[in-house]
Structures are given as structure tokens and as C-alpha cells.
């Protein structure tokens, strides 16, 4: 059974930074696309990033720059490193697994990250 679970979110006065883990059991192996969304209040659930199997990286225009992606495959653990942060950032984040081949979705519970001073 796969499971993913988010931890370190929280608040944080803009400017700041957190970083998001995700992680990450089951059948996830390392040809699957991992990556983050977010869901801001009133809007749809939003890419944010996402790493493909051979570390290739895309980020959303609004992130570029700020947010970086990695992951740990010793760990089965990705993460989402959000410098810079802004009150816009402000949303629960998720991680998600795309299955190689399959195309099929997993997703984390989310974790809360609110920018506020």
C-alpha cells in the first residue's frame, strides 16, 4: 500500500522559508514523477514542482527562483525547499507521485503553510 505523509509546514512572516517533507512508502520507485501542489484558499489545487526520474526539475512561474525540489531516494523522501516566502504562498500543500508508465496519482494528506506577519 502507498502512503505518503507531509510534515513541516506551519507559520512563517514573509520573507522566511520552511521546508516540506514528504515521505513516502509503498510501491514509489525512483522512475516515478514526484512533485508538490498546492491548493490556495477559493482557487484549484495548483502545480508547484515536480522532478522526473533522471532529476529534471519544472517549477510553476510563480516559484521560480524561491522554491527548489529534491528528493532523497535512500530516504524515500522528497522535499520542497520555499525561500523568499510571500503572503501569496499562503495554502496547503501537497505531494504526489505519478506512477511511471501507469500515469496513476498518489497524493499526501497536505500540510498547512501560512505566510503572515
Known amino acids: 500500500q502507498v502512503r505518503l505523509v507531509e510534515s513541516g509546514g506551519g507559520l512563517v512572516q514573509p520573507g522566511g522559508s520552511l521546508r516540506l517533507s514528504c515521505a513516502y512508502s509503498?510501491?514509489?520507485?525512483?522512475?516515478?514523477?514526484k512533485g508538490w501542489y498546492r491548493q490556495l484558499p477559493g482557487k484549484q489545487r495548483e502545480l508547484v514542482a515536480f522532478?522526473?526520474?533522471?532529476?529534471?526539475?519544472q517549477y510553476a512561474d510563480s516559484v521560480k527562483g524561491r522554491f527548489t525540489i529534491s528528493r532523497d531516494n535512500a530516504k524515500n523522501t522528497m522535499y520542497l525547499q520555499m525561500n523568499s516566502l510571500k503572503p501569496e504562498d499562503t495554502a496547503v500543500y501537497y505531494c504526489?507521485?505519478?506512477?511511471?508508465?501507469?500515469?496513476?496519482?498518489?497524493w499526501g494528506q497536505g500540510t498547512q503553510v501560512t505566510v503572515s506577519s
Open positions: 522532478m522526473t526520474s533522471d532529476g529534471s526539475t
Open positions: 504526489n507521485v505519478r506512477k511511471f508508465i501507469t500515469n496513476y496519482e498518489y
Open positions: 509503498g510501491m514509489i520507485f525512483s522512475n516515478d514523477v
